[in-house]
């Protein structure tokens, strides 16, 4: 099972879209690079897809940008909402 590198790197604020979380920083799946401009992303607080944009905040990413994903990225991302759902629910198990 891939991990969430510990390296968090600090973006731009922006938010998201669909839950209004705060996004500001930004964790790796197995690496610990900088995200880039077009990199796919999801939600820390609800898994929503996102998109880094040319000033690295984040938007919601279409269906149609889901859809054109290479496979490899596509199953990386499936991945990374699997991993932040698992971590919303141990979330609320310690309440
Ligand atoms: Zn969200």
Redesign the pocket.
């Known amino acids: 099972m891939p991990s969430v590198s510990d390296i968090h790197h600090r973006v731009p604020q922006s938010f998201?879209p669909?839950?209004?979380?705060k996004l500001d920083a930004a964790s790796g799946m197995d690496t610990d690079d900088r995200p880039s401009p077009g990199d796919a992303g999801v939600?820390i607080?609800?898994?929503?897809p996102l998109i880094y944009q040319d000033d690295l905040t984040m938007r919601a990413m279409t269906q149609a940008e889901i859809n054109n994903l290479d496979p490899g990225c596509r199953r990386e991302l499936e991945i990374a909402m699997l991993v932040v759902r698992s971590l919303d629910r141990r979330k609320k198990r310690k309440k």
Do not use: P
């Open positions: 998201c669909l839950c209004g979380h939600c607080q609800c898994a929503t």
